[in-house]
Nanobody
Framework: VQLQASGGGLVQAGGSLRLACAAS????????MGWFRQVPGKEREFLAA????????SYAGSVKGRFTISRDSAKNTVYLQMYSLKPEDTAIYYC??????????????????WGQGTQVTVSS
């Protein structure tokens, strides 16, 4: 699976941004799709995941209610809609794909394929 993330940029605090992750090379019906972010010097942080086959989602507590993960099957693309952005949301955002197991994958080590990352900067 090849993943291409896009949609990052500079936004003011309180603003919104939508990230996209286009997948190619495989159909995603057997995959969980996830979003993570990383600040230099810190570990990669799980944000949200979606089981492609049924649309079930899982969120980290830190973003639940502000971020929404969704998919467009026709475009083989997963999105991360981010609302009420804060300066502490500034990071590089990554999308990833994991072969579906019993539970929706929420740990970095569960993901097999990664996109290149897209920078999100939230100014105060």
């Amino acid at each position: 699976v090849q993943l291409q993330a896009s949609g990052g940029g500079l936004v003011q605090a309180g603003g919104s941004l939508r990230l996209a992750c286009a997948a190619s090379g495989r159909t995603l019906s057997s995959y969980d799709m996830g979003w993570f972010r990383q600040v230099p010097g810190k570990e990669r942080e799980f944000l949200a995941a979606l089981r492609w086959s049924v649309g079930r989602t899982s969120y980290a507590g830190s973003v639940k209610g502000r971020f929404t993960i969704s998919r467009d099957s026709a475009k083989n693309t997963v999105y991360l809609q981010m609302y009420s952005l804060k300066p502490e949301d500034t990071a590089i955002y990554y999308c990833a794909a994991s072969i579906s197991a019993w539970y929706i994958a929420t740990s970095e080590g569960s993901y097999d394929y990664w996109g290149q990352g897209t920078q999100v900067t939230v100014s105060s």
